[in-house]
């Protein structure tokens, strides 16, 4: 007889986790597609405003109702009229807007990682006061306020800082407005599928490239029959030995400078970034930021580099897609295996 009650008990938790089920988004799936606010989505409670108010037309009522005041009467009746329009109201600036994920660049461990956001309104109605920001910096309020017009767009830039190479899986991302009065509080949750490479730490301070016909020591003399690479520009360098399609593809906000052609009579070595070539001794993620700083030398100096970490191994080649290579093969050593496919 006292095991009935624990079945029946037993059963409505099951019952309410299978119907709840059903409404609310499941905890922990990721949106990978456009996503649509609507009313299963939407939450809204009375703000701290709200709940003051509340009591305002409690005590107005209480009042009216000892003394007889019909006017006590209409004016708390006009009152909680004007809070109900005011709920429908903050329901309806969160109601029907859609969400979609924008570009996510990668960044440097210690950067801050910018997630793009797009909401789109194809509605008559306009939004305003519209909060946004991850659920996890939320201690101090969302951080990001917008306005979209009927049948407009908006896009927003959340930042999340790193500390650690690899992926980086953004939190929830939280959506709540308390337009026009403020007496509710309307919110929605996002949880986007997009997430942050995150390439390491360069390492300040690095040694220079290492030898082997780079150039990297800057003050042989050279001759002029073999063209082994190209170097920063140096007073009393021929104009005519400018590196120029080195040069277009530098970028001054970056720190690129002028390059010049580098010459020499022998033939010079390949110049190879070699993961097993650091120093066992040294820290793996000392060892990566170092790897991540010669590839970076190497590019802003447009030397051709060959690349080899671990069972990863990439020809001399020098541009932004090698250079992306090289990164994300750092960013991702010991994460995943090689070769993988980024799904995102």
Not at 120 to 138: M, P
Request: aromatic share 8%.
């Amino acid at each position: 007889m006292a095991a009935r009650p624990r079945r029946s008990s037993a059963g409505v938790r099951a019952w309410l986790r299978r119907n709840t089920g059903k409404w609310l988004p499941r905890e922990g799936a990721l949106d990978s597609a456009e996503v649509v606010l609507r009313q299963h989505r939407i939450f809204i409670l009375p703000s701290r405003a709200g709940i003051g108010f509340a009591v305002l037309l409690l005590v107005l009522l209480i009042g009216s109702i000892n003394y007889t005041l019909g006017l006590g009467f209409a004016l708390t009746f006009l009152a909680l009229s004007c809070a109900l329009v005011d709920m429908v109201f903050t329901y309806r600036n969160l109601a029907h807007l859609s969400l979609q994920q924008g570009r996510v660049p990668a960044v440097f461990a210690g950067q801050e990682a910018q997630f793009e956001l797009h909401l789109s309104n194809r509605t008559a109605l306009a939004r305003y006061g519209v909060w946004i920001d991850f659920a996890d910096l939320d201690a101090a309020g969302a951080r990001h306020v917008t306005d979209i017009g009927a049948h407009g767009s908006a896009a927003v830039l959340l930042g999340v800082p790193t500390t650690a190479r690899g992926w980086l899986q953004p939190a929830r991302v939280v959506l709540s407005t308390r337009f026009p009065l403020g007496l509710f509080r309307a919110w929605s949750t996002w949880r986007p599928a997009a997430r942050a490479l995150v390439y390491p730490h360069p390492e300040e301070g690095a040694p220079p490239l290492p030898s082997g016909g780079d150039g990297a020591g800057g003050g042989t003399a050279g001759g002029s029959d073999d063209f082994s690479g190209v170097r920063n520009y140096q007073p009393g360098d021929s104009p005519r030995q400018l590196a120029w399609r080195q040069i277009a593809r530098l970028d001054p906000a970056l720190g690129g400078q002028l390059v010049t052609k580098h010459f020499e009579s022998g033939v010079s070595d390949e110049l190879l970034l070699d993961f097993a070539a650091l120093p066992p001794h040294l820290d793996l993620e000392l060892r990566l930021s170092r790897m991540t700083r010669w590839v970076l030398d190497a590019e802003q100096r447009a030397l051709p580099y060959a690349f080899r970490l671990g069972a990863t191994h990439y020809a001399a080649a020098v541009g932004a897609a090698h250079q992306a290579a090289c990164l994300r093969a750092l960013a991702l050593f010991g994460h995943e295996a090689p070769g993988s496919k980024d799904p995102a």
